[in-house]
């Protein structure tokens, strides 16, 4: 049996957030990264790198997307370990995370970057529906993870990462719609999360041009139910 | 930057079956392979071995899985890439994979592979409430397969994984019973499948020593939720 000493690991994370586009419509985005070398010189690829003998491939995901794009989300989860033999001119296993992460939080850790004197280069944010050409298989990465959000979002509370502490029903409904990348009717849509046990009322509501909308949080005590037995060790960084 | 040179890749399959016991209940089981070298030498583990340079992981899988069981299951899934520094006395990834196979089928690929003189040695199949001692991470592997099982089962068509083409309401409420490890009411699990739209009621009746009960089968227009843009590149053997 040949021993599989030819075959290179690596880690590639695709990172999503929440912006809101000139229309005024909140849109999914995503960092990539312009490759400075062969094989795909030029082209633009997820975050990455490779896999060391003393980390573990959560730890190598997260050690990669803050070398390369200075973010740091609070939440890692593997999406897939990609190992077609073609996938790549040398023979090349992609064990694959995702996240989402907060545009505020984008904002703030891309500052922090900037102020620090160490702001990532070759960096840029793409809407997902204006994606350029990408290197490898992270087109077909990018749409697994997506397929993956939006099946998530109907039994879990995913689209919680988009969101702060208290929001609106209509800010919920805003990621949902920008997940699904369809429009919901907002009167079904409260129904349906109040119907969940997930969201509990506070007292606050937030105030403007419109008539006062109450706030909400997430019901901490209803479990996450797409986490399971890994716990902490695999699938979370911190 | 350490390229990955000193990490290697396997790859293991927990291929689970529904069979009936001795007090005439049905439970899970899966079959594992006696070590016969170290590390873990003598220890049961789940079947696999390592990936080669011109195989895709789940080639690797399938191929490994009928190489130490001879058992050739219709649909292999990935479970995940498990990958902790300590997991193994050398550094080694295993991309895990998970697959359903019906009784009857675990039973005649059996009886062909001992007609023609290659039976497996060093394998045996055990309840998965009655686990032995296991080689590496595979017993947190195993817990996390029967988790992610458990789970899929709310949402999908998995159980159809243990059941012929056709099936009385009898059969598949059993196959639910056995993945969650709990009694089901028959009346509110009828209304609850029926409800779904994913069961079609034939004309034929199992009859024997009850009344006769009704066959359905599952509604292949409904498509299956868990599959997605991967296809059958990634996920699907034949």
């Known amino acids: 049996m040949t021993r599989s000493s030819g075959i290179r690991v690596a880690v590639s994370t695709a990172i999503l957030t929440l912006r809101r586009g000139d229309d005024g419509d909140a849109g999914l985005a995503l960092p990539l990264v312009r490759r400075t070398r062969e094989p795909f010189a030029d082209q633009w690829a997820l975050p990455g790198g ?39 001119p040398t023979r090349v296993v992609s064990i694959v995370y995702w996240a989402l992460l907060r545009q505020d939080d984008v904002m703030a850790q891309s500052a922090a970057h900037l102020a ?12 997902i529906d204006a994606l350029p050409a990408l290197a490898f298989d992270h087109a077909k990465i990018i749409e697994y993870a997506l397929w993956r ?3 998530k979002v109907g039994y879990s509370r995913v689209a919680h990462g988009f969101l702060p502490a208290e929001f609106t029903l209509a800010d919920l409904r805003e990621a ?23 969201l509990l009322p506070t007292e606050r509501f937030r105030t403007g041009n419109h008539r006062p909308a109450r706030l909400y949080r997430y019901n901490t005590d209803v479990e996450l139910a797409d986490r399971g037995p890994l716990g902490s060790e695999e699938t979370s960084i911190r």
Chains 1, 2 share one sequence.
């Open 50 to 88: 490779w896999l060391t003998e003393t980390e573990s491939p959560v730890d190598a995901a997260a050690r990669t997307l803050a070398e390369t794009t200075g973010l740091a989300p609070s939440y890692l989860e593997q999406l897939y370990a990609f190992g077609a033999v073609d996938r790549s």
């Open 116 to 127: 620090s004197g160490h702001a990532p280069e070759n960096v840029q944010w793409f809407d």
């Open 149 to 151: 959000l939006r099946n």
């Open 176 to 198: 949902y719609e920008a997940i699904l990348a369809k429009h919901l009717d907002p009167a079904n849509f409260r129904r349906q999360v109040e119907a969940t046990g997930n």
